[in-house]
């Protein structure tokens, strides 16, 4: 067979000669894939490991999950006093660990294929650690604003109804944005990642800031797709294990399966059942 001459043009020959050195006998391939592939799943069930062990500090109940028994007019958002009662740093320490258990497996793909790239131009491997720091960095000032979205949660709802209805018009605005073209564009190139390594090919070539920026590239495209998932998880219980694997399973499928945009929709139709019925009655989802 014929070796075709990598093109010189927008980037370099960069991606064909990534296939070429990724293909020989296969063994740079399952390298990369071992190595790369292993380590983020190795550190997300590090992060599991964590959110087992710590103390949840009343984080695995959300305004939608409190049980019935709760006296509403005494504690009219217990189950939601977790900014004021935990302090930014520990918040912020525990977002970020939770951040790296539910999206580091979704996100393996995008970094895979960095890698590659970054293998073959003979580069350091900090360069990958900066990209997965990029992308990290996002969802951490993600963290802030969700922060402070609880503070004046707490500040402003004052009664256990105006608490429930907020949860309920969450669900609704999660699944509103789920259904539109913006989430769908996003969730498109977080399932490209060789798009991405293309369309910014010049930019990671600037030194280890480079590959930070485009990890914050695509964080923010990660972001759009799934903060709607996180507001979800916010109302249901942000660190009620159950809530968090199925979340962080949702995540998965969309970004990964052929079909996971479908699966995503489908889903997205039974949270706008519960959203409505809570608009609608009032009433939680605690038993």
Request: glycine content about 12%; charged content about 15%; aromatic content about 8%.
């Amino acid at each position: 067979m014929v070796e075709r001459e990598p093109s010189r043009g927008r980037f370099g020959g960069t991606i064909l000669s990534t296939t070429r050195q990724t293909n020989s006998g296969g063994r740079l391939f399952r390298q990369d894939f071992y190595v790369v592939t292993g380590s983020l799943v190795f550190l997300s069930g590090v992060a599991w490991f964590y959110v087992l062990r710590v103390p949840d500090e009343g984080m695995d109940v959300g305004v939608l999950t409190r049980p019935e028994s709760v006296d509403s007019m005494s504690d009219p958002m217990s189950g939601m006093d977790m900014g004021s009662s935990m302090s930014l740093a520990v918040f912020m320490t525990t977002w970020v660990v939770m951040m790296v258990a539910m999206m580091f497996p979704a996100t393996a793909p995008v970094v895979l294929v960095f890698d590659r790239w970054r293998r073959s131009r003979n580069r350091s491997t900090s360069l990958t650690v900066s990209f997965v720091l990029g992308y990290l960095a996002v969802w951490s000032a993600a963290g802030l604003s969700v922060y402070a979205a609880l503070l004046v949660i707490e500040d402003q709802v004052t009664t256990s109804e105006s608490a429930v209805r907020v949860g309920g018009a969450t669900l609704v605005a999660a699944v509103l944005y789920q259904l539109s073209p913006l989430k769908t564009i996003c969730l498109t190139k977080c399932r490209s990642p060789l798009t991405l390594v293309m369309d910014h090919a010049q930019r990671l070539g600037r030194g280890r800031f480079g590959p930070f920026q485009v990890g914050v590239v695509h964080g923010a495209y990660c972001l759009g797709c799934c903060w709607a998932l996180m507001a979800v998880l916010v109302v249901l219980g942000l660190m009620h294990l159950g809530w968090m694997a199925a979340v962080s399973g949702l995540i998965l499928v969309e970004k990964v399966l052929p079909s996971g945009h479908g699966y995503g929709q489908i889903i997205g139709a039974g949270i706008a059942v519960a959203g409505a019925t809570v608009l609608i009655t009032g009433s939680g989802l605690g038993a």
